[in-house]
């Protein structure tokens, strides 16, 4: 069964330094997001991304990240300079349709020292 | 803004009892709600899932209720087995999938 990637497992990373977590979604699925939980509290939504271009945003999804498609594999989130409080499991996820199940990664844990 | 409010935040039956977690939601325009299984260090995983035109949806021995008027929505795991031990979480969405909008996951339990 086909499963959604996401590379590096782990991730750390001093404050300031910019980071790219990847994700290869499901390789029939048009829809891409990204979520991120912070330890111990909610899974929160950060962006999704459709026919490349972000369909929607949330607050947390400031100037500091952008999303890509660079290719027709891949789907990055980029923390151009990261903060202490970005630190926080992300989630990678895709669906087929708008209305399809999102079927998630194994999530990139990112700690920021 | 859109929320999720899930609770119990733990929950611990004995295998075969029943198991219930039950979820609100602010947004009364939201008509889709998945559940989520997360087992420790593993992805979340859809188990089960109903849009705002049903009123329950069952699978084996899960089962989800769905009360539109009163903004909430239950999971029901019948016959508890520690294999079902893991964190559930209860999720929202208004656009019939898209962005979901996560409650803030039950650890459920279930000791043999």
């Known amino acids: 069964e086909p499963e959604v990637t996401q590379t590096p497992s782990h991730q750390v990373t001093q404050m300031g330094q910019e980071v790219i977590l990847r994700c290869v979604p499901i390789s029939n699925h048009l829809y891409f997001y990204w979520y991120r939980q912070i330890l111990g509290q909610k899974v929160e939504f950060l962006v999704s991304f459709y026919n490349n271009e972000i369909s929607e945003k949330s607050e947390i999804f400031d100037d500091q990240f952008s999303v890509e498609r660079p290719d027709g594999s891949n789907f990055t989130l980029k923390i151009r300079s990261t903060k202490l409080e970005d630190s926080a499991m992300y989630f990678c996820?895709?669906?087929?349709?708008?209305?399809?199940?999102?079927?998630f990664g194994p999530g990139t844990r990112l700690t920021v020292l | 803004g859109e929320n999720v409010e899930q609770h119990p935040s733990t929950l611990s039956v004995q295998e075969g009892d029943s198991a219930v977690i039950k979820c609100t939601y602010s947004d009364s325009a939201s008509n889709y709600f998945p559940w989520y299984k997360q087992e420790l260090g593993k992805r979340p995983q859809l188990i089960i899932d109903i849009r705002s035109n049903v009123g329950e949806k069952k699978d084996q021995r899960i089962a989800v209720t769905l009360n539109k008027t009163a903004k909430h929505f239950s999971l029901h795991i019948t016959e508890t087995q520690p294999e079902d031990s893991a964190v559930y979480f209860c999720?929202?969405?208004?656009?019939?999938?898209?962005?979901?909008?996560f409650g803030q996951g039950t650890e459920l339990s279930v000791k043999p």
């Open positions: 999720a929202a969405s208004i656009t019939g999938g898209g962005k979901l909008i």
């Open positions: 996820a895709s669906s087929y349709t708008l209305s399809d199940t999102q079927y």
